[in-house]
């Protein structure tokens, strides 16, 4: 067993502190730009289901999307994997997608029979 | 002779671990892989849930409160506190699986200290919260199972929200007490010197790392699911 090199060491450190510095920016983002919807654009919650809320929650998952990056990447280490495991740990997610949109259109479905049949 | 020649050209002929990773790493792996998608199920189905109900908890009304600092209005504060505490847990981890292909077996000892104390303090916030949101403080807006105020608009649908947090916030928050004690545990094996004997880079610090990001990695999708969205 190999002991790391110096420069390795070294590399390998400062990938680990430049991820955590974009998950804490990415982090600080997030939650300044929630606070300033909060309290500077919509404080009734009038707009809630409007486009420029949709456009909002969009962000959110895809800055959150970005922290995942960070996460399995550096700190779990899958970007210095063989490819084959990368492929192995991250093609069955793919599944999620289906999986999301199909709940969330289950979910409005039901919302409309509710309004429907007035319960 | 010639076949033993042309085996070794591809990853797939055997006689070594396509994945270039031991059995045991990849079999984590895989627990996580699984353990993702009982994750995404209890989430999915909180979005599900949500987007059938005419109304919602307000999440800004809801997680407001700040320990010490009682009758403050600081929605998101208390957690992004605790999310930065997770993260940095998180980095602690990671440089002590640095350290361990250093075989430097004191700096593994000192960032896994610093896992574990990480890990316990978020399971203290997280005590916190409960307890503030199941008993409410009085300053109103307690989230208890029979006593629900959240906010305007909201008292058609709440008992899902209320169930779905604790039901997820406390599976998370399994995930991370026993992430917390297997950081206990790999430090003392550390400290005993049974890593340094096993003489394989501290490959357990790597297994047991993997786990603890992993939390902290459901973490992010709980934070956007239940405060943000």
Known sequence: MGHLSDAEYKSQVRAVWLATAWLSIITIIEVVIALYWLYYIDPEGSMNGSMGRYALNGFFVIASLLKAYFIVGEFMHVKYETRALAITILAPTMFLIWFVISFLWEGGAWLGLREFWGI | ?229
């Open chain 2, 1 to 229: 002779m010639a076949s033993t020649a042309v085996d070794t050209t591809s990853d797939w002929n055997g006689g070594k671990s396509p994945f270039g990773v031991s059995y045991g790493k990849l079999m984590m792996w895989y627990f996580l892989l699984s353990d993702a998608f009982t994750f995404s199920a209890l989430l999915i189905s909180y979005g599900a849930l949500r987007f059938s109900a005419p109304h919602w908890a307000d999440p800004n009304v809801v997680f407001n409160a700040l320990p010490f600092l009682e009758g403050w209005d600081a929605p998101l504060g208390f957690v992004s506190i605790m999310t930065f505490i997770l993260i940095l847990s998180s980095v602690f981890v990671v440089l002590a699986v640095i350290e361990g292909h250093r075989d430097n077996k004191k700096g593994v000892l000192f960032w896994m200290t610093g896992g574990v104390i990480g890990g316990a303090m978020f399971l203290g916030c997280q005590a916190w919260e409960w307890m503030h949101l199941i008993g409410g403080l009085s300053h109103g807006h307690g989230m208890s199972f029979f006593g629900i105020d959240f906010g305007p608009g909201t008292e058609e649908y709440p008992m899902a929200f209320a169930y779905l947090f604790f039901l997820i916030t406390g599976f998370h928050g399994f995930h991370v007490f026993s992430g917390v004690c297997l950081n206990m545990w790999a430090w003392w094996m550390t400290y005993i010197g049974e890593f340094e004997r096993r003489n394989n880079n501290y490959e357990m610090i790597e297994k047991v790392g993997l786990y603890w990001h992993f939390v902290d990695l459901v973490w992010v999708f709980v934070f956007l699911a239940f405060y943000l969205l």
